[in-house]
Protein backbone atom coordinates (compact mmCIF):
# COMPACT_ATOMS: atom_id res chain seq x y z
CA UNK A 1 0.00 0.00 0.00
CA UNK A 2 1.07 3.40 -0.92
CA UNK A 3 2.50 5.87 1.68
CA UNK A 4 -0.04 9.23 1.41
CA UNK A 5 0.35 10.35 5.05
CA UNK A 6 3.35 11.88 7.07
CA UNK A 7 3.70 13.01 10.81
CA UNK A 8 5.36 15.34 12.11
CA UNK A 9 5.61 15.41 16.03
CA UNK A 10 6.45 19.33 16.98
CA UNK A 11 4.79 19.27 20.19
CA UNK A 12 8.08 19.18 22.34
CA UNK A 13 9.07 22.52 24.71
CA UNK A 14 12.65 23.33 22.88
CA UNK A 15 14.32 23.48 26.46
CA UNK A 16 17.73 22.91 24.77
CA UNK A 17 17.02 26.26 22.85
CA UNK A 18 15.98 28.79 25.58
CA UNK A 19 15.97 31.62 25.71
CA UNK A 20 14.72 31.59 22.10
CA UNK A 21 12.27 29.16 22.62
CA UNK A 22 10.62 30.72 25.84
CA UNK A 23 7.84 32.66 23.22
CA UNK A 24 8.40 30.55 19.76
CA UNK A 25 8.22 27.26 19.13
CA UNK A 26 12.07 25.64 18.10
CA UNK A 27 10.45 24.33 14.93
CA UNK A 28 9.87 27.75 13.77
CA UNK A 29 14.05 28.77 14.16
CA UNK A 30 15.24 29.38 11.09
CA UNK A 31 18.11 27.51 9.46
CA UNK A 32 19.32 31.19 7.50
CA UNK A 33 16.37 32.05 6.17
CA UNK A 34 13.66 29.00 6.42
CA UNK A 35 12.31 28.00 9.46
CA UNK A 36 13.75 24.27 10.30
CA UNK A 37 10.40 22.74 10.57
CA UNK A 38 9.66 23.85 6.66
CA UNK A 39 12.76 22.09 5.45
CA UNK A 40 10.95 18.47 6.85
CA UNK A 41 7.70 19.18 5.41
CA UNK A 42 9.56 19.96 2.15
CA UNK A 43 11.14 16.99 2.42
CA UNK A 44 8.15 14.74 2.63
CA UNK A 45 6.51 16.44 -0.39
CA UNK A 46 9.72 15.59 -2.02
CA UNK A 47 8.85 12.03 -1.34
CA UNK A 48 5.51 12.10 -2.84
CA UNK A 49 3.69 12.64 0.73
CA UNK A 50 1.43 15.55 0.52
CA UNK A 51 -1.30 15.05 3.61
CA UNK A 52 1.12 15.88 6.70
CA UNK A 53 0.10 15.71 9.86
CA UNK A 54 1.78 18.55 12.64
CA UNK A 55 1.27 17.24 16.17
CA UNK A 56 1.80 20.54 18.03
CA UNK A 57 0.77 22.11 21.57
CA UNK A 58 0.39 25.08 23.43
CA UNK A 59 2.29 27.92 22.16
CA UNK A 60 2.45 26.63 18.75
CA UNK A 61 0.40 28.90 16.91
CA UNK A 62 3.00 30.53 14.46
CA UNK A 63 3.78 26.78 13.35
CA UNK A 64 0.03 26.88 11.56
CA UNK A 65 0.52 30.70 10.72
CA UNK A 66 3.20 30.19 8.66
CA UNK A 67 1.48 27.16 6.54
CA UNK A 68 -1.47 29.37 5.86
CA UNK A 69 -2.29 32.01 3.23
CA UNK A 70 -0.80 35.44 4.83
CA UNK A 71 -3.75 37.48 2.91
CA UNK A 72 -1.96 40.54 3.58
CA UNK A 73 1.80 40.07 3.11
CA UNK A 74 0.82 38.59 -0.24
CA UNK A 75 -1.42 42.04 -1.00
CA UNK A 76 1.65 43.90 0.34
CA UNK A 77 3.81 41.82 -1.92
CA UNK A 78 1.52 42.55 -5.32
CA UNK A 79 1.34 45.89 -4.95
CA UNK A 80 5.28 46.62 -4.39
CA UNK A 81 5.79 44.29 -7.72
CA UNK A 82 7.77 42.35 -4.94
CA UNK A 83 6.99 38.93 -6.99
CA UNK A 84 9.72 36.90 -6.19
CA UNK A 85 8.97 37.34 -2.69
CA UNK A 86 5.29 36.79 -3.13
CA UNK A 87 5.82 33.38 -5.33
CA UNK A 88 7.74 32.13 -2.20
CA UNK A 89 4.75 33.10 0.80
CA UNK A 90 2.62 31.26 -1.76
CA UNK A 91 4.85 28.33 -2.50
CA UNK A 92 4.28 27.69 1.43
CA UNK A 93 0.81 27.59 1.28
CA UNK A 94 0.49 25.43 -1.46
CA UNK A 95 2.61 22.92 -1.36
CA UNK A 96 0.92 20.28 0.89
CA UNK A 97 -2.33 19.41 2.84
CA UNK A 98 -1.53 20.19 6.47
CA UNK A 99 -3.39 19.21 9.50
CA UNK A 100 -2.99 19.73 12.90
CA UNK A 101 -3.38 17.91 16.50
CA UNK A 102 -2.46 18.92 19.85
CA UNK A 103 -1.01 16.61 21.66
CA UNK A 104 -2.08 17.73 25.03
CA UNK A 105 0.31 16.60 27.89
CA UNK A 106 3.90 16.43 26.42
CA UNK A 107 4.03 12.28 27.56
CA UNK A 108 6.74 11.54 24.96
CA UNK A 109 7.29 10.72 21.51
CA UNK A 110 5.94 7.53 21.12
CA UNK A 111 2.66 9.39 22.91
CA UNK A 112 3.04 12.10 19.91
CA UNK A 113 3.05 9.65 17.06
CA UNK A 114 0.22 7.48 19.23
CA UNK A 115 -2.22 11.04 18.80
CA UNK A 116 -2.43 10.78 14.91
CA UNK A 117 -4.21 7.32 14.97
CA UNK A 118 -7.40 9.11 14.24
CA UNK A 119 -5.79 10.95 10.90
CA UNK A 120 -3.91 8.38 10.02
CA UNK A 121 -6.32 5.43 10.40
CA UNK A 122 -5.62 1.87 8.90
CA UNK A 123 -2.58 2.72 6.34
CA UNK A 124 1.13 2.81 6.42
CA UNK A 125 2.37 6.08 7.40
CA UNK A 126 6.12 8.34 7.55
CA UNK A 127 7.15 10.06 10.66
CA UNK A 128 9.96 13.06 10.25
CA UNK A 129 11.45 14.06 13.38
CA UNK A 130 12.32 17.91 12.96
CA UNK A 131 15.62 17.45 14.56
CA UNK A 132 16.76 15.84 12.56
CA UNK A 133 16.83 17.44 9.11
CA UNK A 134 18.13 15.60 5.65
CA UNK A 135 19.85 17.10 2.57
CA UNK A 136 17.59 17.94 -0.32
CA UNK A 137 20.39 15.47 -2.23
CA UNK A 138 19.48 12.90 -0.33
CA UNK A 139 16.99 10.60 -1.06
CA UNK A 140 16.53 8.99 2.70
CA UNK A 141 12.75 8.94 2.44
CA UNK A 142 12.24 8.11 -1.19
CA UNK A 143 14.78 4.77 -0.37
CA UNK A 144 12.98 4.23 2.77
CA UNK A 145 9.48 4.10 0.79
CA UNK A 146 11.07 1.60 -2.10
CA UNK A 147 11.78 -0.76 0.96
CA UNK A 148 8.27 -0.55 2.32
CA UNK A 149 6.61 -1.23 -0.62
CA UNK A 150 8.73 -4.01 -1.50
CA UNK A 151 8.66 -5.35 1.77
CA UNK A 152 5.11 -3.66 3.60
CA UNK A 153 6.89 -3.61 6.80
CA UNK A 154 8.06 -0.67 8.73
CA UNK A 155 11.42 0.86 8.00
CA UNK A 156 13.41 3.31 10.15
CA UNK A 157 16.44 5.02 9.33
CA UNK A 158 19.65 4.43 10.71
CA UNK A 159 23.08 5.77 11.26
CA UNK A 160 26.77 4.97 12.40
CA UNK A 161 27.69 6.97 15.39
CA UNK A 162 30.16 6.56 17.51
CA UNK A 163 30.19 4.31 20.84
CA UNK A 164 30.53 7.64 23.07
CA UNK A 165 27.29 9.07 21.11
CA UNK A 166 24.95 5.89 20.87
CA UNK A 167 23.68 7.13 24.16
CA UNK A 168 22.08 9.89 22.38
CA UNK A 169 20.05 7.41 20.29
CA UNK A 170 17.74 4.33 19.61
CA UNK A 171 20.47 1.87 19.14
CA UNK A 172 19.27 -1.46 17.01
CA UNK A 173 20.39 -4.87 17.08
CA UNK A 174 20.84 -5.71 13.50
CA UNK A 175 20.59 -8.77 11.16
CA UNK A 176 22.19 -7.42 7.82
CA UNK A 177 20.13 -8.76 5.02
CA UNK A 178 21.65 -6.70 2.19
CA UNK A 179 24.59 -4.45 2.35
CA UNK A 180 22.54 -1.10 3.52
CA UNK A 181 19.66 -2.88 4.81
CA UNK A 182 19.18 -5.10 8.34
CA UNK A 183 16.24 -7.04 10.26
CA UNK A 184 16.06 -5.27 13.36
CA UNK A 185 16.05 -7.43 15.87
CA UNK A 186 15.72 -5.55 18.72
CA UNK A 187 16.02 -1.49 19.54
CA UNK A 188 16.66 0.24 22.60
CA UNK A 189 16.30 3.76 23.62
CA UNK A 190 19.65 5.66 24.67
CA UNK A 191 21.96 2.62 25.95
CA UNK A 192 24.68 3.51 27.96
CA UNK A 193 27.82 2.78 25.37
CA UNK A 194 28.78 -0.13 26.72
CA UNK A 195 25.33 -2.00 26.73
CA UNK A 196 24.38 -0.74 23.20
CA UNK A 197 23.39 -3.27 21.13
CA UNK A 198 25.60 -1.58 18.36
CA UNK A 199 26.55 1.44 17.07
CA UNK A 200 23.99 1.78 14.42
CA UNK A 201 21.57 5.04 15.71
CA UNK A 202 17.96 5.66 14.72
CA UNK A 203 17.73 9.12 13.01
CA UNK A 204 14.60 10.52 13.25
CA UNK A 205 13.06 9.17 10.03
CA UNK A 206 10.16 5.91 10.18
CA UNK A 207 7.76 4.28 7.83
CA UNK A 208 5.28 2.59 9.94
CA UNK A 209 2.52 -0.63 9.37
CA UNK A 210 -0.36 0.84 11.24
CA UNK A 211 0.24 -2.17 13.75
CA UNK A 212 2.86 0.20 15.18
CA UNK A 213 -0.48 2.38 17.23
CA UNK A 214 -1.29 -1.70 18.33
CA UNK A 215 2.32 -1.51 19.67
CA UNK A 216 2.09 1.74 20.94
CA UNK A 217 -1.04 1.11 23.01
CA UNK A 218 1.22 -1.88 25.33
CA UNK A 219 3.99 0.67 25.63
CA UNK A 220 4.67 1.67 28.94
CA UNK A 221 6.53 4.77 30.16
CA UNK A 222 10.27 3.48 29.55
CA UNK A 223 13.34 6.25 29.65
CA UNK A 224 12.79 9.44 31.59
CA UNK A 225 8.91 8.23 32.38
CA UNK A 226 8.41 8.99 28.79
CA UNK A 227 6.42 6.04 26.12
CA UNK A 228 9.12 6.00 24.01
CA UNK A 229 8.78 5.46 20.10
CA UNK A 230 11.70 3.11 20.43
CA UNK A 231 9.94 0.69 22.84
CA UNK A 232 6.72 0.38 20.45
CA UNK A 233 8.94 -0.50 17.73
CA UNK A 234 10.97 -3.30 19.65
CA UNK A 235 7.43 -4.60 20.66
CA UNK A 236 6.51 -4.52 16.76
CA UNK A 237 9.81 -6.07 15.76
CA UNK A 238 8.60 -9.08 18.00
CA UNK A 239 5.35 -9.02 15.64
CA UNK A 240 6.79 -8.35 12.56
CA UNK A 241 9.63 -7.76 10.99
CA UNK A 242 11.03 -4.06 10.99
CA UNK A 243 13.90 -3.16 8.64
CA UNK A 244 16.47 -0.67 9.27
CA UNK A 245 18.21 1.43 6.36
CA UNK A 246 21.52 2.73 6.77
CA UNK A 247 22.32 5.80 5.26
CA UNK A 248 25.72 8.01 5.52
CA UNK A 249 25.74 11.01 4.39
CA UNK A 250 23.39 14.26 4.55
CA UNK A 251 22.01 14.64 8.03
CA UNK A 252 22.25 17.24 9.68
CA UNK A 253 21.56 17.62 13.59
CA UNK A 254 19.55 20.67 14.55
CA UNK A 255 18.68 19.35 18.12
CA UNK A 256 20.93 21.65 20.25
CA UNK A 257 22.73 24.50 20.00
CA UNK A 258 26.48 23.62 19.27
CA UNK A 259 24.48 21.14 16.24
CA UNK A 260 22.61 23.25 14.93
CA UNK A 261 25.39 26.25 15.07
CA UNK A 262 27.09 23.58 12.59
CA UNK A 263 24.25 22.77 10.77
CA UNK A 264 23.55 25.84 9.24
CA UNK A 265 27.28 26.74 8.69
CA UNK A 266 27.13 23.54 6.56
CA UNK A 267 24.08 24.21 4.97
CA UNK A 268 25.15 27.80 4.35
CA UNK A 269 28.41 27.23 2.55
CA UNK A 270 26.10 24.97 0.21
CA UNK A 271 23.78 27.60 -0.76
CA UNK A 272 23.60 29.66 -4.10
CA UNK A 273 22.91 32.96 -2.70
CA UNK A 274 24.98 33.39 0.58
CA UNK A 275 27.31 30.29 -0.16
CA UNK A 276 30.14 31.74 -2.46
CA UNK A 277 30.88 35.21 -0.33
CA UNK A 278 30.58 33.21 3.03
CA UNK A 279 32.73 30.45 2.16
CA UNK A 280 35.19 32.80 1.55
CA UNK A 281 34.84 34.94 4.78
CA UNK A 282 34.66 31.60 6.66
CA UNK A 283 38.38 30.59 5.36
CA UNK A 284 39.51 34.73 5.63
CA UNK A 285 37.97 34.54 9.84
CA UNK A 286 40.02 30.87 10.28
CA UNK A 287 43.20 32.42 9.14
CA UNK A 288 42.23 35.86 11.35
CA UNK A 289 41.30 33.96 14.77
CA UNK A 290 44.26 30.96 13.59
CA UNK A 291 41.66 28.64 14.53
CA UNK A 292 43.65 26.04 12.41
C1 LIG B 1 14.49 10.64 19.48
C2 LIG B 1 14.22 9.15 19.64
C3 LIG B 1 15.51 8.36 19.46
C4 LIG B 1 16.12 8.69 18.10
C5 LIG B 1 16.33 10.20 17.98
C6 LIG B 1 16.77 10.57 16.56
O1 LIG B 1 15.28 11.09 20.56
O2 LIG B 1 13.67 8.92 20.93
O3 LIG B 1 15.25 6.98 19.51
O4 LIG B 1 17.35 8.00 17.95
O5 LIG B 1 15.11 10.92 18.24
O6 LIG B 1 17.14 11.90 16.47
P1 LIG B 1 15.46 12.66 20.93
O7 LIG B 1 16.56 13.16 20.05
O8 LIG B 1 14.15 13.32 20.65
O9 LIG B 1 15.84 12.68 22.37
Known amino acids: MKVKKAVIPAAGLGTRFLPATKAQPKEMLPIIDTPSIQYVVEEAVRAGIEDILIITGRGKRSIEDHFDRSVELESFLESKGKFDE ?3 VRQISD ?5 YIRQGDPLGLGHAVAVAEPHVG ?11 LISASTPLLEGMLKIHERYGRSVIAVQEVSRDEISLYGSIQPEFVEENLARVVSIVEKPEPDDAPSNLAAI ?8 IFDALRETKPGRGGEIQLTDAINLLAQEQAVYAYLFEDGRYDVGNKLDYLKATVEIAIERDDVGPEFRLWLADLVQRKKLL
Open 95 to 99: MAMIH
Open 122 to 132: DEPFAVLLGDD
Open 204 to 211: GRYVFTPE
Open 86 to 88: LKQ
